[in-house]
């Protein structure tokens, strides 16, 4: 780190010190303290350097507001529950940029423009501590752990081959690729057990499994177990999405009506069992992937809407 800094009024610059002291609400005695998601804010000396040219004078640590002006890396790549962690304190992204404040802040007022917005991040204090200038901090990149699981008593044995669980999979994958999070997936074939199930579910809440997908189980036929498993794993339910997703395709198809997908939380888990097609996969997972980051943020606390 290049410098800590603090101000005590909000939309002025900030001051470097000696030493700050992070705590549940933040930097001690700064005015972006509290009880929220952006409690400590970061710039890299890489993006002031860029904005001097355009200032046409050097910056100094804490114009931008920042808590924290760091050296080595464009923080600005980094992703939401990624971390900063040092001998002391460990810090956990919340938000890249902002929105700008315009005339209320002090160097949007002398220049016009402001680098904080595109390239500042924001995180909250997940280990408390002190830190001081100089002290090194290691980023850690947020692996995201996913698990898919088919069920069918047929391709469980071998008997076809699962198409649906390879689709999960593929969605999933060019998702995280675009957001460029890191990220595992873990891919099970069973079949229409409801112990297997029941195992792999209890295991995801142990282990805290960021996103659980199943696929197959889901009709009215004899075996089809998936749904009751699920839901008695939940700790809620988010019936809206299923909901939407049976309205939109049941209008012209109405067997997709007869599906029982459901969606829910399971304690830090997001659970969504699918039907067992290829085409139901094609269809679902779209629907889910477009509201899939907001749950995440919204089950890790961070209200950035």
């Known amino acids: 780190m290049k410098s800590v800094n603090l101000s005590r009024e909000k939309g002025t610059i900030k001051v470097p010190v000696e030493r ?30 860029k904005f001097e040219k355009e200032a046409g004078r050097k910056i100094g640590f804490g114009e931008f507001a920042e808590n924290i002006t760091t050296e080595g890396m464009l923080l600005y790549e980094a ?31 002398e220049v016009g423009n402001c680098v904080m917005p595109k390239e500042g991040i924001f995180c909250r204090v997940i280990k408390n501590g002190g830190l001081q200038a100089g002290d090194p901090m290691e980023y850690i990149p947020r692996t995201f752990h996913n698990t898919v ?16 669980g390879p689709g999960v999979v593929e969605h999933l994958e060019q998702y995280y690729h675009t957001l460029g999070w890191k990220h595992e997936i873990d891919h099970h074939i069973i079949p229409d057990q409801a112990e297997q199930l029941d195992l792999l579910l209890k295991d995801a809440r142990v282990k805290k499994t960021d996103v659980f997908i199943t ?11 998936t749904p009751e498993v699920v839901q008695h794993n939940l700790d809620m339910i988010i019936p809206g999405i299923m909901d939407a997703i049976r309205l939109k395709y ?27 097609s290829v085409k139901a996969i094609r269809e679902y997972m779209p629907e889910i992937l477009k509201s899939l980051r907001h749950m995440i943020m919204m089950l890790h606390h961070i209200d950035a809407h």
């Open 20 to 49: 700050i002291v992070l705590n549940a609400h933040g930097v001690e005695g700064d005015a972006h303290a509290g009880a929220w998601h952006r409690q400590v804010s970061m710039l890299a000396r890489e993006s002031i350097e």
């Open 79 to 109: 992703n939401p529950l990624d971390r900063f962690v040092s001998e002391q304190v460990a810090l956990e992204v919340t938000q890249i940029g902002k929105k700008c404040h315009g005339d209320a802040c002090a160097i949007f007022r």
């Open 149 to 164: 699981v088919t069920l069918s008593d047929r391709a469980s044995k071998g008997e076809y081959e699962d198409r649906s």
């Open 215 to 225: 696929t197959g189980g889901t009709g009215i036929g004899p075996r089809d177990i």
């Open 250 to 276: 049941g209008q012209e198809k109405p067997n997709a009506l007869l599906s029982r997908s459901l969606a829910g939380v399971m304690g830090q888990t997001l659970v969504f069992a699918l039907p067992g």
